[in-house]
């Protein structure tokens, strides 16, 4: 089945806690990103990928990192967790990142990480 | 002012009714545009991509209008199924060979029965 895999789904941490969610796709897409959501906000743009090893910033990077060594994986890094980062977060990819028929975004389950 | 706007609700509509949502967008070098269904705590997924001409899918309508910077979605005869959370979303060129995705922060149905 295709499909974006995150883990875990639910975490609950403490701050300074370093951790790691992963993110895996096994559709062969180049284009994969990182949202988090919360209430009033809306999805909010962490980090993206283009492709291997092509990363960039999105709207509120501070806090995470990314890496994308290999096309189906793109994790995110919180090196040290704040409160703050208490959210709703998910990995999307799509085929390709530009404006053609392609780039519908298919969306992980989402993982809900809380930092006390 | 945000790039995407929706009008958050809830509508609160019955079963059978149409119901429309709009959604603007403030870039006009926004290029492709889409509806997305979210239920509660899930993931979005796709409802439809919204065409220059317009497009239909079953009871679902997408327009987009490019001079006023808006899209809409229509939902005709509402089930109870329908109710869910619709974020309309814009992809636009932020440099050369990269693009991005915008999200507006949904609009909330709920169908009564």
């Known amino acids: 089945e295709a499909q974006v895999t995150q883990n875990p789904r639910y975490l609950i941490t403490v701050t300074g806690k370093k951790l790691t969610v992963t993110c895996s796709q096994n559709?062969?897409?180049?284009?994969m990103s990182w949202y988090r959501q919360d209430p009033g906000l809306g999805l909010r743009q962490i980090y993206y990928s283009m492709n291997v090893e092509v990363t960039d910033k999105g709207d509120v990077p501070e806090g995470y990192k990314v890496s994308r060594k290999e096309k189906r994986n793109f994790p995110l890094i919180l090196e040290s967790p704040s409160p703050n980062q208490t959210s709703l977060y998910f990995c999307a990819s799509s085929l390709q990142g530009d404006l053609s028929g392609a780039n519908v975004l298919t969306f992980g389950a989402g993982s809900r990480l809380t930092v006390l | 002012r945000k790039e995407v706007e929706q009008d958050p609700g809830p509508f609160n509509v019955p079963e059978g009714a149409t119901v429309a949502f709009n959604c603007t967008y403030s870039n006009s070098a926004s290029q492709s545009f889409f509806w997305y269904r979210q239920d509660c705590r899930k993931e979005p997924k796709l409802l439809m991509s919204v065409y220059s001409s317009g497009n239909e899918d079953g009871r679902f309508t997408a327009q987009l209008n490019r001079a006023s910077q808006y899209i809409s979605l229509l939902i005709r005869d509402s089930k109870l199924s329908d109710s869910a959370t619709y974020l309309c979303a814009v992809n636009r060129l932020i440099s050369s060979g990269t693009y991005k995705y915008i999200f507006g922060t949904g609009t909330r149905l709920k169908v009564l029965a």
């Open positions: 559709m062969n897409h180049e284009y």
